[in-house]
């Protein structure tokens, strides 16, 4: 503004000096009069295109001016805004008739030549630049240095930094004209930590239970190590909103903050103050329900399921009404039912005393049937293969249950991004029908393993590729290996292991999904091979080595799988059967015998209910299954006293087992996810029982599929059908009992695990 008066002051000037030196020409100052622009000259800009600074002026050669008047300040005030130029002024350089010709004269602002950053470490001079955004070129005014100072200072604070000084200095570059250094200097001071948080006014609890449900500014303890007390702004605002929710969730509707204060105690730490009311304790009165035609008050009260008398909580109500986890709400009974634009608002109807009566006021709508079903974004997997997965139909109610449902199912797939997952109701009032559109969006699901460890004492390094979204009908066309033909939905994997002469295996597996395409029933097949030894060769001179010690596993299995829809589809009933062919030479480590074959031919049966969220890291649901695998019982057609008689290798040439399984999952989530951050807290509770019998006491017991507890043994060495139990904190299989060699016919498994994700990418 300062800068606008003196350039309006000495344009008034100017227009006064120019009419006295021409005898003819006298500039008129008392009187408004209109003139033509006969030209405009600028002057001072060396850096800033002349035409530019023409332009921002609108003033133009030939239009009309008034003089004095208006226009020339506007002018002054549009080049000022533009952030160019220190000094701006406009005079009228000569009188010709009714012309005037005007000058512009700039001073240009200084560029940016060059940066430093100092006070702080190279990692966080990174981090600075990328938030300062200076760049070399740019122009330098006083909104660039404020801004940069706002942002450093807005950095280190969110960090606890709260002493945090910063001083952006310039100086002049003189191996560049107009060029200015930029010198910003940082003194980031100490953490400041909290040390005591005072609740006043707080009696309907106990103060130390409101401030553990403030999640992130806490008190500085010797014992909270896993917790930083740094004081955020943003976090201690969050906080109070938390203490006001928790007040309001156990009836204190009217609780509120009067005041929040910091102050700074002898030892550099602060200490926060909050002053909060906390008002009367309501409960609920007489919930009614209008405009409820479809369902009566007492089906929709049940439901509800919030008596009077019961704690006013409006959280809980709206949930009730809006969105249960569970299903179990208001909006999920009629928009189940096809009431697509189903809307319900409920209204503090009367407040008595500490009652509050509510009324539910409930807009039904129309009822819509499902029209088409669209799929968007599916660059790689086949549209069927979505389609199958899909609960909505066209004909079929609207149903937000089955939307949801057929969320949980693509997610399953682990083809899809589940944060990018999207649907779009297109709604056809007109003739009760919406179209369903899923938008999805492809994420890499294919696995290339190349990869080293350590187990059984050895290195191993391993070869995998599995393909999770393979396309067997495409394999004899060419144009479909781009790179491998995709997008039927069918897993692939081949699989070595290797660590030289000691230890061997091969694998390769294929399941498809949906064997005819039409019911979701699964086929499976699979084929392995595996060797260890103790590292000898097998041929010495062309003979056999007697110093050899190998067991080598040859096996193959077919399953077939299939999706029940009673009790519920959530259940999975999977039937298989496998041969295992073992051949021992001097292996007696850990068998009871040391030479020969043995055969395993069994029949496997699993009952499962899977309903977890997500096959990568669940947020909730449970998996629970039970199996039982079994051999035929062959002691039963032989005589008493058969194996009394026989060789070891003769009494295993076909082992008998039955062996049963339990074990079962659960995910619970312990904190709320939104917003910008997804992640969530969960408690994982797990449990595993399995054991081994026999047919008849006096055969042995089978040699394999026994259970191994203990360490992190790597899952390639179940050469012989053993279940390993990888057990952190314990050496491999040292709690394997009654001999870690030989594996157990019994054991039990219990799991507690609190989990959270770094990354959900």
Excluded: C
């Amino acid at each position: 503004m300062r800068a606008f008066l003196l350039a309006t002051a000495f344009l008034l000037s100017s227009f006064h000096l120019s009419a006295q030196t021409s005898p003819t020409e006298v500039l008129d100052m008392s009187i408004p009069q209109e003139y033509r622009i006969g030209g405009i000259t600028v002057m001072g800009a060396e850096f800033t295109d002349v035409q530019a600074i023409k332009l921002f002026s609108s003033l133009q050669v030939g239009a009309s001016i008034t003089i004095p008047g208006d226009q020339v300040g506007e002018a002054i005030t549009s080049l000022w805004i533009q952030d160019l130029f220190a000094d701006i002024s406009i005079e009228a350089a000569e009188l010709r008739d009714r012309d005037v010709y005007l000058v512009i004269r700039v001073k240009e602002l200084p560029r940016l030549t060059r940066y430093s950053i100092a006070g702080v470490n190279r990692s966080e001079q990174e981090t600075i630049k990328g938030k300062i955004d200076l760049m070399t070129g740019r122009i330098v005014n006083e909104n660039v240095i404020a801004t940069a100072t706002k942002r450093i200072n807005d950095h280190y604070r969110d960090k606890g930094f709260l002493d945090v000084e910063v001083d952006i200095v310039q100086e002049f570059d003189s191996t560049f004209a107009n060029g200015t250094i930029v010198r910003v200097n940082i003194d980031k001071g100490v953490k400041v930590k909290v040390d005591l948080i005072t609740l006043n006014g707080v009696s309907a609890f106990d103060a130390e239970k409101l401030k553990r449900n403030m999640k992130t500014t806490k008190e500085k303890k010797w014992w909270r190590f896993y917790k930083p007390s740094k004081y955020l702004a943003d976090g201690f605002d969050s906080d109070q909103a938390q203490i006001i929710a928790m007040y309001n969730s156990e009836g204190y509707r009217n609780a509120r903050i009067l005041s929040d204060s910091l102050y700074r105690t002898e030892e550099g730490l602060i200490g926060l103050v909050l002053d909060i009311e906390e008002g009367n304790k309501f409960r609920f009165g007489e919930i009614t329900f209008t405009g409820n035609t479809k369902y009566r008050s007492t089906q929709l009260d049940s439901i509800l399921g919030i008596r009077r008398g019961d704690v006013y909580n409006l959280a809980h109500l709206e949930t009730r009404v809006f969105m249960d986890p569970k299903g179990m709400d208001l909006s999920s009974l009629y928009q189940d039912d096809g009431y697509l634009t189903f809307r319900a608002m409920p209204i503090e109807q009367r407040v008595e005393n500490d009652t509050i009566d509510i009324e539910i006021r409930m807009m039904e709508g129309q009822q819509f049937r499902i029209g088409k079903i669209l799929v968007e974004g599916n660059t790689k997997t086949n549209d069927h293969v979505i389609y199958r997965e899909i609960r909505t139909r066209p004909g079929d109610l609207f149903s937000r249950t089955d939307i949801i449902r057929t969320q949980r199912e693509l997610s399953q797939l682990n083809y899809f991004n589940p944060e990018a997952f999207g649907i779009n109701p297109i709604q056809h009032p007109e003739d009760g029908t919406v179209d369903i559109e899923y938008q999805v969006e492809e994420k890499p699901s294919d696995q290339i393993e190349l990869s080293g460890g350590w187990g059984g004492g050895r290195v191993v390094g391993t070869l995998g590729l599995s393909f999770t979204n393979f396309s067997a009908k495409n394999m004899f066309k060419s144009r479909a290996w781009r790179p491998i033909p995709t997008g039927d939905g069918q897993r692939l994997s081949i699989r070595a292991q290797s660590n030289g002469l000691y230890f061997q295996s091969y694998n390769f597996s294929f399941t498809e999904p949906w064997l005819g395409g039409k019911k979701p029933n699964s086929l499976g097949v699979s084929v392995w091979k595996s060797v260890q030894s103790n590292g000898q060769p097998k041929y010495v001179n062309d003979e056999p080595n007697e110093l050899r010690n190998s067991l080598q596993v040859i096996g193959a299995q077919i399953g077939l799988g299939q999706r029940w829809k009673k009790p519920d589809d959530w259940f999975v009933m999977q039937a298989s059967i496998s041969y295992q062919n073992f051949n021992l030479n001097n292996y007696g480590s850990f068998f009871s015998f040391s030479n020969g074959r043995s055969n395993n031919l069994s029949a496997e049966f699993k009952l499962g209910r899977n309903s977890i969220s997500d096959p990568i890291f669940p947020t909730w649901g449970s998996n629970v299954e039970v199996s039982v695998k079994a051999t035929l019982p062959y002691s039963v057609f032989h005589e008493e006293g058969y194996y009394e008689g026989i060789s070891l290798e003769e009494q295993y040439k076909w082992v008998e087992y039955h062996k049963w399984k339990f074990k079962a999952e659960w995910y619970t989530p312990l904190s709320r996810s939104g917003g910008e951050n997804p992640r969530t807290l969960v408690l994982r509770m797990a449990a595993g029982v399995g054991l081994i019998g026999q047919y008849d006491r006096a055969a042995p017991l089978s040699p394999f599929e026994r259970f191994y507890l203990g360490g992190v043994f790597l899952s390639g060495y179940t050469l012989d059908g053993r279940e390993i139990l990888n057990l952190r904190g314990y050496d491999d299989l040292s709690l394997t009992a009654p001999n870690p060699q030989t594996g157990a016919p019994v054991a039990a498994k219990y799991t507690a695990e609190l989990r959270y994700p770094l990354s959900t990418n």
